[in-house]
């Protein structure tokens, strides 16, 4: 792995804020998962032939091989369009970036070593600064009630938000999020559009305190023009204070207005993180389905040539 990705995620891994923007775009990503071209053609005439064919016939062409054929350019500018510099670019891709343009090819720079008589830099300010639960409730009197009253509470104090995202983990699942998170703080998730295809979104993990877990979401588009002046739409922070005692994670985010994020799209990536994140599987299907999702978190992360954004739309669209 080269020096921008290992320096993107150092970077990542001590921000203690979340990222800012002063731009709103999103990447346009059309639906084109029958549409893979696999480096092996025999794995995908196995796997998806039948699909292929109806999509070939559809489409008036003889066969999977001319659907392939057909549409090939637009399957590798999906591919360029999902690259996100420093983080998943695949090695032949990423060029070692010269100093005069090395602030635009590297999304985090990091500071310069400080002389003794220098202070150490301050982190940017964030205008949505991550709250403590104490922001939110009395964490000494709450911790007092049963977990049952402590979710009540919890939703009730979110209700009148209409741009809130509220919910209640139990902590043997947060504990296989943020383990998973550890390993993958960063990774892309689809947001289907109707007739649009979907919107491709970018996601970070942070971890500002010993207490708090927040994920940020931006455009993918938006943020591999800014970097980390990339401001997030939706923001969603867990708060640990009562995981050991109570045995519960209290989660709360927000979707920012005007951003191009419906609420409910904002609870749709929620969903989707956390059935990449800490899905638990129990039958045999789901503990496929859950290998893949590893797999393709392992190959983004890794900057594997072999990730496809048609198999990362598959996956998103499963139950379980």
Not at 25 to 52: S, T
Not at 194 to 205: C, P, R, S, T, V
Not at 249 to 257: A, H, I, K, S, T
Request: charge should be positive; proline fraction near 8%; charged fraction near 30%.
């Amino acid at each position: 792995m080269n020096s921008s990705a290992l320096l993107f995620r150092r970077c990542a891994a001590r921000s203690q804020t979340p990222i800012k923007c002063y731009q709103r775009r999103w990447a346009q990503v059309h639906d084109v998962r029958f549409y893979a071209a696999h480096q092996n053609p025999k794995h995908i005439q196995d796997r998806y032939k039948e699909k292929l064919d109806q999509k070939a016939k559809e489409k008036g062409l003889k066969d999977a091989e001319e659907l392939r054929t057909a549409y090939a350019d637009k399957i590798q500018q999906l591919r360029k369009e999902t690259i996100v510099p420093g983080v998943n670019a695949p090695l032949s891709e990423q060029q070692p970036p010269s100093p005069q343009n090395a602030s635009e090819t590297i999304p985090f720079q990091p500071p310069p070593p400080p002389t003794p008589q220098q202070q150490p830099s301050k982190a940017p300010k964030s205008d949505t600064p991550v709250k403590t639960l104490s922001s939110f409730i009395d964490v000494e009197k709450t911790a007092q009630l049963p977990q049952k009253e402590i979710e009540t509470i919890w939703r009730l104090r979110h209700v009148r938000d209409a741009q809130s995202l509220c919910a209640v983990l139990n902590t043997s699942t947060f504990q296989r999020i943020i383990q998973t998170a550890r390993k993958h703080p960063q990774f892309i998730l689809p947001l289907p559009r109707e007739g649009q295809g979907a919107e491709i979104h970018f996601l970070q993990w942070t971890f500002p305190s010993e207490t708090t877990a927040t994920v940020l979401f931006t455009h993918l588009a938006e943020f591999k023009l800014r970097g980390e002046y990339a401001q997030p739409h939706t923001t969603i922070t867990h708060h640990l204070d009562l995981a050991e005692e109570k045995g519960v994670v209290l989660l709360e985010g927000r979707v920012m207005e005007n951003r191009g994020i419906s609420v409910d799209e904002g609870k749709f990536l929620l969903m989707n993180l956390q059935k990449f994140y800490g899905f638990e599987a129990q039958s045999e299907a789901a503990r496929e389905n859950k290998e893949r999702r590893r797999k393709l978190m392992e190959q983004f992360s890794g900057g594997d040539e072999g990730f496809k954004v048609e198999e990362l739309l598959e996956e998103a669209e499963k139950v379980p």
